[in-house]
C-alpha cells in the first residue's frame, strides 16, 4: 500500500527533512515506475503483454490502470513540488520528471483515441432527420467518456502539460465541426460566386441553409460547447480560448452566409418569403446562440449574426417597397367580364403569405408610418383591435391594411376603364370578394380584425347593389310597377316590346360577365329574380290572355323562360343567337332558389 507523500510533517532539521522528503520522493517513484513503465508506448521489451498494452484502450479496456495511470501522475508532481521546496538539486527530480513524461505521452495517445472514438459526427441518416435535441451530444459522448477525457485534461494541466492538452483537442474538435459542416452543406461564399448564381441555384442553398443552421447550433455547436466545459472546467480561460478556437471559423461561415444572399444580383418582392424564412430562424436561435458563444472571444460569432440579421431586415423593407410600389405602378389592362385581375390574385396571395410572418414583420417594420393612423382608419374601415387582442396601429396592422387600401384604390382606377357603369360596379364586387375571402381564410383575419372584413362585406354588398341598379333598371322599368291602373292592349303590346328589347339587349352584354365566386353568383341570381321574374309574372298573368292570337313574337319569353335564362348568366360565356333559343346548362339549385321565390 502506498505511503501518501503529504502525510508526513517536516522535522525542525533542515537535513533530516531533506532527507525524509527525498526517501518520500523514492517511494513514490517506486509505487508508480510499475504502473507506468507498463504503459509505456517506447517500451523495449517484445513481450506479448507489452506489445498489446502499446495499442490497448487504457481508457476503456483497463479504468482500474488508468485510474492507478493518473494518480501516479498526480502523486509524482505533488511529490516534486514538496521536494524542490527543499532540495531543487536532488537526483530525484530528474527521475520523477521522466516518469511524468512517459505517463504523459500515453495519456495524450488515450486523450487523442477517446476523442477519434467518440467523435460527435452527424452522418448522411442524421441530417436527413429531424433530430436537433439539446441532449444530442450527452446522447453522442457518454458520461464515462467525457469523465475520462476531463481527467486526463486535469491531469495533464496540473502537471504542466496543458498546452499539449489543449493542442490535440483543438486539431481534433475543429476537424469534427469542421467535416459536420461540411456535410451538413455550409460553404463559404463570396460576392463574385453570389452573383453569378441564378435563383434556382440560390434558393436551393438557402433551403439547406435553413435546415442546418438547426442542427448546427442546437447540436453541433451546443453540444461542443457542453464537452469543452466540462473537459476544461478546471480553466475558465482555457475553456474560453478552446471553444472559441475550435468554433469561431465554422460559426462565422454558417452566419455569414444570410449575408451573402443579400448580395443577389436582384432580390425582387417575390423572393421576400426566403430571406423572411432566414430572418426568423436567426430569430428563433438568437437565445441559444447567446448561450453558447458568451465568452468575450467568440463576439464576433454574435457580430456576425446580427449583422445579418440587420441585413436581412433591411432587404425585406426594401422589398415590401418595391412591392407597394410595383402596385401603385401597374400598368395591366381590365380583364374581360369583370372578373378577378390578375393583380387583385397576386397581391392578396402575396399579403397572405406575408400575414404568416407577422411576428417577423412586426420586429422589422416597427417605425413604418405611411399616414397617420386616423386617416388610415377612416379610409381602410380599420378595426378598433385585431382579432389576437392587436391594436390597430401596430406595425404589421398599419402595413397590411395600407398595402390593401393601395390595392383597392388601383382597383378602383381600373374600374373606370370599363365603358359600362354596372360592368364597372360588378368588377369592383367581384375584385372586393376576393379580398374579403382571402382575409377571412388566412392568418390576416387575425390580423385586420372581424370589424375590417365585416365593413368591407358590406362594402361588397353595396357595389352589388349598384350594379343590379345599372345594369338591369332599363329591364325593371320597362314593366308598369303599379298594375292597378287600367292599360289598353296597344299599350300591354308596347310594354311587352319593351320589356324583350331591354332583357335581350342587357342579357346579350352580360352573357359574357362573369362572377367567380359561386356563392355571390348565386345570391345576386336570386336577388336579380326576386325583382325581375316577380313583377313580370304578374304582368305577363294579367295581361297575356288578353293579347290577339298570334302575337308570341310579342310575348316571347313565360316567366320560366327568364328563370332559365338568369340561371345561365355569370359563367363568362359567350353570347350567340342560339343562347336565346334555349341551348346552354343551367343551375339547378338556383333555378330552385328562384322558384321559391315565385
Not at 388610415?376 to 402595413?399: A, F, K, M
Request: charged letters at 20%; hydrophobic letters at 40%.
Amino acid at each position: 500500500m502506498k505511503t501518501p507523500f503529504f502525510s508526513s510533517s517536516k522535522s525542525s532539521s533542515s537535513s533530516s527533512s531533506t532527507s525524509f522528503c527525498e526517501s518520500l520522493m523514492e517511494e513514490t517513484i517506486q509505487n508508480s515506475q510499475s504502473i507506468i513503465n507498463k504503459w509505456d508506448l517506447n517500451a523495449s521489451s517484445i513481450s506479448t503483454s507489452t506489445s498489446y498494452n502499446r495499442v490497448a484502450n487504457l481508457f476503456r479496456d483497463n479504468p482500474l490502470e488508468a485510474k492507478h495511470l493518473l494518480e501516479s501522475v498526480n502523486d509524482l508532481q505533488h511529490a516534486m513540488q514538496f521536494v524542490i521546496k527543499d532540495k531543487s538539486t536532488s537526483k530525484l527530480l530528474v527521475r520523477a520528471h521522466n516518469l511524468i513524461q512517459i505517463a504523459i505521452k500515453r495519456l495524450q495517445k488515450e486523450f487523442y483515441t477517446i476523442l477519434s472514438g467518440s467523435s460527435y459526427f452527424l452522418d448522411h441518416e442524421t441530417m436527413s432527420s429531424s433530430r436537433t435535441s439539446k441532449s444530442s451530444m450527452e446522447d453522442e459522448v457518454s458520461e464515462s467518456v467525457m469523465a475520462d477525457l476531463k481527467a486526463i485534461a486535469d491531469c495533464m494541466i496540473a502537471a504542466g502539460y496543458g498546452r499539449e492538452c489543449v493542442k490535440l483537442y483543438k486539431v481534433h474538435r475543429k476537424s469534427v465541426i469542421d467535416q459536420t459542416l461540411f456535410y451538413l452543406g455550409i460553404e463559404k461564399l463570396n460576392s463574385y460566386q453570389v452573383q453569378k448564381m441564378d435563383w434556382e441555384l440560390m434558393e436551393a442553398k438557402i433551403k439547406n441553409w435553413l435546415s442546418s443552421v438547426k442542427i448546427a447550433v442546437n447540436a453541433l455547436f451546443r453540444g461542443e460547447r457542453i464537452l469543452c466545459n466540462y473537459v476544461f472546467s478546471s480553466s475558465v480561460n482555457i475553456r474560453d480560448s478552446c471553444f472559441s478556437e475550435i468554433s469561431n471559423d465554422g460559426a462565422l461561415t454558417l452566419f455569414l452566409f444570410p449575408e451573402m444572399v443579400m448580395k443577389f444580383k436582384k432580390l425582387s418582392p417575390e423572393k421576400m418569403f426566403r430571406v423572411l424564412d432566414m430572418y426568423e430562424i436567426l430569430c428563433e436561435l438568437w437565445v441559444e446562440l447567446e448561450s453558447i458563444f458568451t465568452f468575450d472571444s467568440m463576439a464576433v460569432v454574435k457580430a456576425q449574426a446580427m449583422a445579418s440579421l440587420s441585413k436581412l431586415g433591411d432587404a425585406i423593407r426594401a422589398m415590401l417597397s418595391e412591392f407597394e410600389i410595383a402596385v401603385q405602378k401597374d400598368s395591366s389592362k381590365v380583364v374581360v367580364g369583370g372578373g378577378i385581375h390578375p393583380l387583385t390574385r397576386y397581391v392578396m396571395n402575396y399579403l397572405v403569405f406575408l400575414g404568416d410572418y407577422s411576428g417577423a414583420i412586426s420586429d422589422i417594420i416597427v417605425d413604418y408610418s405611411p399616414m397617420s393612423i386616423q386617416m388610415l382608419s377612416e379610409s381602410c374601415y380599420l378595426s378598433p383591435t385585431s382579432g389576437d387582442g392587436d391594436s390597430p396601429s401596430s406595425p404589421i396592422v398599419v402595413r397590411l391594411t395600407w398595402l390593401v387600401l393601395v390595392l383597392l384604390c388601383k382597383l378602383d382606377g381600373k374600374a373606370q376603364l370599363y365603358k359600362d357603369v354596372g360592368l364597372s360596379y360588378l368588377f369592383l364586387a367581384n375584385n372586393l370578394n376576393y379580398v374579403v375571402l382571402k382575409v377571412r381564410e388566412s392568418n390576416l383575419k387575425l390580423l385586420l380584425g372581424s370589424e375590417w372584413i365585416s365593413k368591407h362585406e358590406m362594402k361588397v354588398k353595396e357595389y352589388m347593389s349598384k350594379y343590379e341598379r345599372t345594369g338591369w333598371s332599363k329591364v325593371v322599368t320597362s314593366i308598369p310597377e303599379n298594375l292597378t291602373i287600367e292599360i289598353s292592349p296597344s299599350e300591354v303590346k308596347e310594354y311587352f316590346i319593351k320589356f324583350n328589347s331591354s332583357f335581350e339587349e342587357v342579357y346579350r352584354k352580360q352573357t359574357s360577365w362573369v362572377i367567380p365566386d359561386p356563392k355571390l353568383r348565386d345570391h345576386i341570381k336570386i336577388s336579380l329574380a326576386s325583382k325581375i321574374i316577380s313583377i313580370y309574372q304578374a304582368f305577363y298573368e294579367m295581361y297575356q290572355g288578353e293579347l290577339d292570337i298570334g302575337t308570341e313574337s310579342i310575348v316571347r319569353y313565360a316567366p320560366d323562360d327568364l328563370q332559365n335564362y338568369l340561371s345561365d348568366l355569370f359563367l363568362g360565356a359567350s353570347f350567340s343567337d342560339s343562347s336565346m333559343g334555349w341551348s346552354g346548362s343551367y343551375s339547378m339549385s338556383v333555378s330552385t332558389s328562384i322558384s321559391q321565390i315565385r
